[in-house]
């Protein structure tokens, strides 16, 4: 099992573009998560997935597109890139939050840039 | 409104020194977890508590969920390098919310 998958690691862009943060997992999770750390900051919820074809908001989802197309999948999308996106983001899953000791299982990051 | 606060957000010990980090929320938990995340790493799971009054251990840490249900408590005993790291609360385990963390410094 590789567990979340993200890609890509690292990545800079420049104010106005546009860019996909894709997110996989293998552990047939119905939950998934995106979030974003600030530096020196804790982690705020941009968007979740409850299941294939169903999403919705976070705490901070201005800016940002998720869609969930397949279970595994549960890509990220910054139409017009800002400097205030300037982050480190993490996909995050779980099969259930209703299960005993869920946990969030988490992808390594992409620090992204926006210049 | 559903913000967990953590204090203090950093910490620095000398290897060998206890540490604690503390939880606080203006209303009361269903749970709470409890996260580590390593320099230049991710969060991961460390524990869930979920009983008022709860306390559970691994090994050197002492996880306490309070009797009202609205704070809770990391400790390290004896710290060593390798604890290092922010130590997230975390509130609920759908939409969880994150505090702010406690980012511990060990000098050896």
């Known amino acids: 099992n590789a567990g979340v998958t993200q890609t890509p690691k690292f990545r800079i862009l420049k104010i106005g573009q546009s860019m996909t943060l894709q997110c996989t997992q293998d552990?047939?999770?119905?939950?998934m998560y995106w979030y974003r750390q600030d530096p020196g900051m804790g982690l705020k919820l941009i968007y979740y997935s409850v299941g294939a074809g169903i999403t919705d908001k976070g705490e901070v989802p201005n800016g940002y597109n998720v869609s969930r197309s397949t279970t595994e999948d549960f890509p990220l999308r910054l139409e017009l890139a800002a400097p205030s996106q300037t982050s480190v983001y993490f996909c995050?899953?779980?099969?259930?939050?209703?299960?005993?000791?869920?946990?969030?299982?988490f992808g390594s990051g992409t620090q992204l840039s926006v210049l | 409104g559903q913000q967990v606060m953590q204090i203090p957000q950093y910490q620095h010990v000398q290897e060998g020194e206890d540490f604690t980090t503390y939880c606080n929320s203006s209303?009361?938990?269903?749970?709470i977890q409890w996260y580590k995340q390593r320099p230049g790493g991710h969060p991961v799971f460390l524990i869930q508590l979920v009983k008022s009054g709860e306390v559970k251990k691994q090994k050197r840490l002492t996880f306490q969920f309070g009797e009202a249900k609205k704070n809770s408590s990391l400790h390290i005993t004896a710290t060593q390098t390798t604890d290092v790291g922010t130590y997230f609360c975390?509130?609920?385990?759908?939409?969880?919310?994150f505090g702010a963390g406690t980012r511990l410094f060990v000098k050896a």
């Open positions: 995050a899953s779980s099969y259930s939050p209703q299960a005993t000791n869920e946990k969030l299982f």
């Open positions: 209303t009361t938990l269903s749970n």
């Open positions: 975390a509130r609920g385990s759908f939409k969880t919310i």
């Open positions: 552990m047939n999770h119905n939950y």
